[in-house]
């Protein structure tokens, strides 16, 4: 089995619609796929509707939280989230506060590069984004108005979490995340948690803690995962009995990786899975 539980669609900021996705991920001899836009369930029903046969669809979000890291100062950590029921009103509402942060920002970030110079519409990248904005966005616009050559490009400067313009958002506290999630029947899986390209990282005690608190699991095998990271996490997996995730976090166009280039072992899924009790894996 081919399983794949970390993609995004333009929903979030990736550049595939959720139908194109699916598709996609049949294409690429996946058996399972999970959508996991940012902030947002919007693009579930698409996904569903357009789900091609053999190809099961686990329905899920990437969801922006805080966390405490390594160096005791709070860091941005990524939790994915799964079959959880999208109309639990008190996380329903947590997500739209989210987007609305996201708004925020993406206006504040993009009319201070506009101040400067920079040949970007603020108004514009918002009305071309879908329900959740990101700075992939911004990197768009720049790509288009040549300001940079690749999206990559804008995140190692104009973009980066330490460069001028950056702006802070506020994000769920993760331990209330992870609670959030398991009341709306879901279960979570701690992101990339060794990515140190993206920032600080979560503080190892701090994962022991969440998993103390109904964390599922930890994704693994990331493209952002170096091969000691890997170890780390595999370790702690073991240690803590949460299941381990691999997974490409495709992003369409506005990233190199594949669909299906990091893979979850079929054991660890259903594992992951088992506890889920707000909505079913859809297959067709
Ligand atoms: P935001 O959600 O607005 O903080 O933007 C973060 C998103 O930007 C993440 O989902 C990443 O996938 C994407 N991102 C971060 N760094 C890079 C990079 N170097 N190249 C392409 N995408 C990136
Ligand atoms: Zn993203
Ligand atoms: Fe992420
Ligand atoms: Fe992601």
């Given amino acids: 089995m081919r399983i794949d539980l970390h993609t995004h669609s333009n929903a979030s900021d990736g550049t595939d619609t959720p139908a194109a996705l699916v598709h996609a991920a049949r294409d690429a001899g996946l058996d399972v796929v999970a959508l996991t836009d940012h902030d947002t369930t919007a693009g579930w ?16 979000m990437e969801m922006s939280c805080e966390g405490r890291g390594e160096s005791g100062w709070p860091v941005a950590v990524h939790l994915l989230s799964y079959l959880f029921d999208p109309t639990h009103p008190e996380f329903a509402k947590e997500r739209e506060r ?47 108005a040549g300001v940079v050559s690749s999206i990559g490009e804008a995140f190692t400067d104009l973009l980066s979490t330490r460069g001028r313009y950056d702006v802070p958002k506020y994000d769920t506290p993760i331990e209330y995340a992870v609670e959030l999630v398991a009341a709306a029947g879901g279960v979570t899986v701690l992101a990339h948690g060794r990515a140190r390209s993206r920032g600080g990282v979560l503080a190892v005690d701090h994962i022991r803690d969440l998993a103390g608190l109904g964390l599922g699991g930890l994704e693994v095998d990331h493209p952002d995962h170096r091969s000691e990271d890997r170890a780390v996490l595999r370790r702690l997996a073991d240690d803590l009995g949460l299941a381990v995730t691999g997974s490409s976090d495709y992003h369409g166009e506005n990233k190199t990786i594949g669909l299906g280039d990091e893979l979850t072992d079929e054991a660890e899924f259903e594992k992951l899975i088992s506890v889920a009790t707000g909505v079913e894996v859809l297959t067709r």
Avoid: C, F, N
């Avoid at 029903?45 to 899920?60: C, I, K, N």
């Avoid at 206006?107 to 108004?123: E, H, K, N, W, Y």
């Avoid at 879908?130 to 288009?144: D, F």
């Fill in 45 to 60: 029903t698409e996904a569903a509707d357009a789900l091609p046969a053999g190809l099961s669809l686990v329905r899920g």
């Fill in 98 to 144: 989210l987007r609305g942060e996201r708004v925020e920002r993406i206006r504040v970030m993009a009319s201070l590069m506009a101040r400067d110079g920079l040949p970007i519409d603020p108004d514009q990248i918002l009305a071309d984004a879908g329900p959740s904005v990101g700075r992939p966005h911004i990197a768009a616009a720049l790509l288009k």
